[in-house]
């Protein structure tokens, strides 16, 4: 049965979202698979289905959330997003939107909504190219999965580095580096 | 002469694979297409020359919503297959973990997906900045079936605990007893929410429906019973496929189950109501009573009050059930292939409705062959006849009103979107 660390020392969450069994919407798992086999202290995994209350739910109680999911936008197969999700509005073009199913994008609205969103909710989106049923992502999807793998690992390192620095960090100084760092990038 | 098309796209990512099509002309309907559904065709395809105690987990993969169905339709098929009878409390805790995955799924239902259509909201995120304690009331209701699960499945997403013959670990008494406070708040929010959602506006529709579900004599069934129907029909399991057969439609790569007999039929939380009223607890019973739905229901739009009444039964089954729990000496019954070969069925009542499998199986135990039913599958004919009938009644309303309603008529039926994948998207062509 599953054992939870302390509210206070469950830093870190990644967590893949996809179906193993549709091609590329495996990416966001396929992702999630192999950052476990890089030691991250403070870091747990999860890979879920992407229905919405449950990943409410899953990401509870972290401080750092880092999602990984398959999209559909109509870019070029292995494109890759990359939303700081606590500060911004997520497109909901990007994500599974559904009125029937409860999405990815619909989940952390309704978090921003009811203010349970983590303290720093990075969501990556990578553009799948065939979704049918079957294993394995396309060689563009494979590639991109790779990327998002060394981003995160880098997203990683900068946050351990920033709470070395200020145990404490608020929410105010977090969000004017993240300000900076998209301004940076931009 | 005006045509006018209804067109809600889903799923459209992948191509020609889903959607809701109604044409309209000189304001009558001249076509409903709906097929929303494509069945586990893969997945029965991928269960050839598996082992027959990998079935569970593999189909569990098929619903990220209701494994524990996909799971519990699957050891009983085997059972039935290697003559298995699981008994005292393994049963019981198979029907703990499906009190559970009824209450999560069903809250998830209820209040984040019909609730909205109901009070105009276009989702639940709107919902929620004006009713923020609602909302939060869903989603903590929602968590509550989420910790049985947790709890008795090993893990709350694709649980691994369940196995053919029992389960591999079972919890200790002590273990279980801390869900009993949580589940006693749930049992209260769950009569709130029965309360609330009669409160609702509900459109004047009722349709003489062929009503299919599992009857027990002793409970409100999950895991076992007769299947029996309103219009006479009593069968075991074992004869569903006498009676029950699946048909191609020709805009579809999705089937259509439908009695041999009778045509369209009608599973799910309205069905397994009207056919199991007196095997709901006194207070589920006294609940639906006062919510003026009476002994039998025949409104699919007041399903999201029939979800609350069995969410209401589940939570009160699950104290039960906690309440009278003992740990069994073992964690399973042992279960070994038939060197001659064996074949057998399942079905339990999903969330949505009953979910059939069957498996042929070799003297080794593989996987020969595999067919499996879904309740969204079986509601679909049955979706699309309400349309044919909704719609003439309602044809006044703008088009942006009448998608919504169509929507709503669709989701009153719970369809299983993320068996397929978890996505839709909405367009209307004039």
């Known amino acids: 049965m599953k054992t939870q660390l302390p509210l206070a020392s469950r830093r870190g969450l990644l967590l893949g979202v996809g179906n193993a069994y549709r091609h590329d919407d495996a990416a966001g798992l396929q992702v999630v698979r192999r950052l476990q086999q890089h030691a991250l202290p403070g870091f747990e995994f999860v890979e879920m289905?992407?229905?919405?209350?449950?990943?409410?739910?899953?990401?509870?109680?972290?401080?750092?959330?880092?999602?990984?999911?398959?999209?559909?936008?109509?870019?070029?197969?292995?494109?890759?997003?990359?939303?700081?999700?606590?500060?911004?509005?997520?497109?909901?073009?990007?994500?599974?939107?559904?009125?029937?199913?409860?999405?990815?994008?619909?989940?952390?609205?309704?978090?921003?909504?009811?203010?349970?969103?983590?303290?720093?909710?990075?969501?990556?989106?990578?553009?799948?190219?065939?979704?049918?049923?079957?294993?394995?992502?396309?060689?563009?999807?494979?590639h991109a999965a790779k990327k998002v793998c060394a981003a995160v690992l880098r997203d990683i390192t900068r946050l351990n580095s920033q709470s070395s620095h200020n145990e404490t960090w608020n929410l105010a100084h977090a969000r004017t580096r993240s300000h900076q760092r998209l301004a940076a990038q931009n | 002469m005006k045509t006018k098309t209804i067109k809600v796209?889903?799923?459209?990512?992948?191509?020609?694979?889903?959607?809701?099509?109604?044409?309209?002309?000189?304001?009558?309907?001249?076509?409903?297409?709906?097929?929303?559904?494509?069945?586990?065709?893969?997945?029965?395809?991928?269960?050839?020359?598996?082992?027959?105690?990998?079935?569970?987990?593999?189909?569990?993969?098929?619903?990220?919503?209701?494994?524990?169905?996909?799971?519990?339709?699957?050891?009983?098929?085997?059972?039935?297959?290697?003559?298995?009878?699981?008994?005292?409390?393994?049963?019981?805790?198979?029907?703990?973990?499906?009190?559970?995955?009824?209450?999560?799924?069903?809250?998830?239902?209820?209040?984040?997906?019909?609730?909205?259509?109901?009070?105009?909201?276009?989702?639940?995120?709107?919902?929620?900045?004006?009713?923020?304690?609602?909302?939060?009331?869903?989603?903590?209701?929602?968590?509550?079936?989420?910790?049985?699960?947790?709890?008795?499945?090993?893990?709350?997403?694709?649980?691994?605990?369940?196995?053919?013959?029992?389960?591999?670990?079972?919890?200790?008494?002590?273990e279980l007893a801390p869900l009993a406070e949580r589940l006693k708040w749930a049992?209260?929010?769950?009569?709130?929410?029965?309360?609330?959602t009669a409160k609702l506006n509900f459109p004047d529709f009722e349709r003489d429906y062929e009503f299919v579900a599992l009857h027990h004599p002793e409970e409100y069934p999950f895991n076992e019973g007769r299947l029996i129907s309103n219009r006479g029909l009593d069968?075991?399991?074992?004869?569903?496929?006498?009676?029950?057969?699946?048909?191609?439609v020709p805009y579809s790569n999705a089937l259509h189950a439908v009695r041999k007999e009778g045509g369209a039929y009608f599973?799910?939380?309205?069905a397994r109501y009207n056919?199991?009223?007196?095997?709901?607890?006194?207070?589920?019973?006294?609940?639906?009573?006062e919510a003026g739905i009476g002994k039998i229901c025949r409104n699919p739009f007041q399903s999201i009050i029939v979800r609350s009444v069995e969410t209401l039964y589940a939570c009160e089954e699950a104290l039960r059930i906690i309440a009278g729990y003992e740990m069994p000496d073992a964690p399973f019954v042992k279960v070994e292939p038939r060197a001659e070969g064996a074949s057998g069925c399942g079905c339990t009542e999903a969330p949505r409705g009953?979910?059939?499998?069957?498996?042929?199986?070799?003297?080794?135990?593989?996987i020969l062959d595999a067919k499996i039913v879904p309740p969204t599958s079986q509601n679909q004919k049955t979706m699309e006849n309400d349309l044919w009938q909704f719609v003439p009644k309602h044809i006044r309303l703008s088009q942006e009103k009448l998608t919504w309603q169509c929507e709503q008529a669709v989701r009153n039926y719970d369809p299983c979107i993320s068996c397929a994948t978890h996505f839709l998207k909405l367009e209307i062509e004039h």
């Open chain 2, 354 to 366: 009953i979910l059939y499998h069957r498996y042929r199986l070799d003297g080794n135990g593989l």
């Open chain 2, 187 to 196: 049992r209260d929010a769950a009569l709130e929410t029965v309360r609330w």
């Open chain 2, 9 to 174: 796209d889903y799923l459209a990512r992948v191509e020609g694979e889903g959607g809701l099509y109604i044409k309209l002309k000189d304001n009558a309907v001249t076509e409903v297409k709906l097929k929303i559904f494509e069945p586990p065709r893969f997945f029965e395809a991928f269960l050839r020359g598996r082992n027959f105690s990998e079935a569970p987990d593999l189909t569990a993969r098929i619903c990220g919503i209701c494994p524990i169905a996909y799971q519990m339709s699957a050891v009983h098929a085997m059972e039935n297959a290697f003559g298995v009878k699981v008994e005292g409390q393994l049963r019981a805790l198979r029907r703990l973990i499906y009190c559970g995955e009824w209450i999560e799924s069903h809250a998830l239902h209820v209040y984040m997906l019909h609730a909205p259509d109901f009070l105009g909201y276009e989702d639940a995120i709107r919902m929620a900045k004006d009713y923020p304690a609602v909302v939060q009331r869903g989603l903590q209701l929602k968590k509550s079936g989420n910790e049985i699960v947790t709890l008795v499945g090993g893990r709350e997403i694709h649980p691994i605990n369940v196995r053919v013959g029992g389960f591999y670990k079972v919890p200790t008494k002590a």
């Open chain 1, 49 to 142: 289905s992407g229905e919405g209350a449950a990943l409410l739910e899953a990401w509870g109680g972290f401080e750092t959330v880092i999602l990984i999911d398959a999209v559909a936008s109509a870019a070029q197969p292995g494109t890759v997003y990359r939303f700081a999700a606590h500060e911004q509005h997520l497109p909901a073009k990007f994500f599974h939107y559904s009125t029937h199913a409860f999405s990815v994008a619909e989940a952390v609205e309704l978090a921003r909504a009811l203010a349970q969103l983590p303290r720093e909710l990075l969501v990556y989106g990578i553009e799948g190219k065939d979704f049918s049923h079957g294993l394995g992502l396309s060689a563009e999807v494979a």
């Open chain 2, 235 to 248: 069968i075991a399991v074992s004869e569903f496929e006498q009676h029950f057969i699946e048909e191609h």
């Open chain 2, 267 to 270: 599973v799910g939380p309205l």
């Open chain 2, 275 to 289: 056919l199991n009223f007196d095997q709901l607890t006194p207070l589920a019973r006294q609940a639906a009573q």
